[in-house]
């Protein structure tokens, strides 16, 4: 997927940072969406990360090729680190009557990059949390610090 949105993507620095910092910290669509520069500790090498859905928000730890990605995306004068090509949030705010907060556009975003892979399966952009939690797990981390990484409430 990293090199499908290296490859295929019409904003791939955006399309890269976007799939490895969702991957890399279990993100939900929405809680990539929230990701603000204000956020980033690049003197500590971290990130706080807002969960949604009762989670616990909480700072990561930031890896070199996370920080470089995220670094070749840096806008002046936007809050959000992922935006969409007019330099806007992906967020659908709470505002809009009937509708949660959302953030459609990156789910979109995982959706053409997977078809770009041609990886033969279907992916959906919350996989991404998953395949976290499975990546932790199968390099021997303890089920309590998968689900303290990831900010689940109850194992």
Request: aromatic content about 8%; charged content about 25%; overall charge positive.
């Amino acid at each position: 997927m990293l090199e499908a949105a290296k490859e295929h993507s019409r904003y791939p620095d955006r399309d890269y940072a976007l799939i490895l910092m969702m991957f890399c910290h279990g993100l939900r669509a929405v809680e990539a969406a929230m990701l603000e520069w204000r956020d980033v500790d690049l003197s500590q090498n971290n990130i706080y990360i807002r969960r949604v859905k009762g989670s616990q928000s909480g700072v990561h730890p930031l890896e070199h090729d996370e920080r470089d990605a995220i670094l070749k995306i840096q806008q002046r004068d936007v809050a959000q680190i992922f935006v969409n090509e007019r330099q806007r949030s992906f967020l659908i705010p709470v505002t809009v009557p009937g509708r949660a907060d959302k953030a459609t556009g990156i789910s979109r975003i995982v959706e053409r990059i997977v078809k770009a892979a041609r990886l033969g399966i279907e992916i959906h952009a919350h996989m991404l949390r998953h395949s976290c939690g499975y990546w932790l797990a199968n390099g021997g981390y303890d089920t309590r610090l998968i689900q303290d990484y990831l900010r689940h409430k109850n194992i």
